[in-house]
């Protein structure tokens, strides 16, 4: 079974930097995304970021290109999440998930929770002004 583990939020100023992490294990499968989401109280969840483990494409949501880089290491089954640049909007709890690959571009579902069947516990982000 598909197990994921975040690790790395907290609390920062805006205008810093995090970075979350999100070990996986369990795959039976080459093909598979990882996907970042987030969810602020009252709102609804929103993907944040995906990468993809056969051909590492990558998706960002448009609140956070150019601020938030996904990366990942394959010899520890990490997936990185590199927040930069934050602001107080981007206070949420941050979940990392995972789902197997489809036939179609990461880039036309890596965003869209429904897809992914695997979550982590979440980790929390807070940003003060």
């Known amino acids: 079974e598909v197990q994921l583990v975040e690790s790395g939020g907290g609390l920062v100023q805006a205008g810093g930097s995090l970075r979350l992490s999100c070990a996986a294990s369990g795959f039976t499968s080459d093909d598979y995304a990882i996907g970042w989401f987030r969810q602020a109280p009252g709102k609804e969840r929103e993907g944040v970021s995906c990468?993809?483990?056969?051909?590492?494409?990558?998706a960002y949501a448009d609140s956070v290109l150019g601020r938030f880089t996904i990366s990942s290491d394959n010899a520890k089954n990490t997936v990185y999440l590199h927040l930069n640049n934050l602001l107080p909007e981007d206070t949420a709890v941050y979940y990392c998930?995972?789902?197997?690959?489809?036939?179609?571009?990461?880039?036309?579902?890596?965003?869209?929770?429904?897809?992914?069947?695997?979550w982590g516990q979440g980790t929390q982000v807070t940003v003060s002004s």
């Open positions: 990468i993809r483990s056969s051909d590492g494409s990558t």
């Open positions: 998930a995972a789902a197997a690959g489809l036939s179609a571009h990461l880039s036309a579902w890596g965003l869209s929770w429904s897809w992914y069947d695997y």
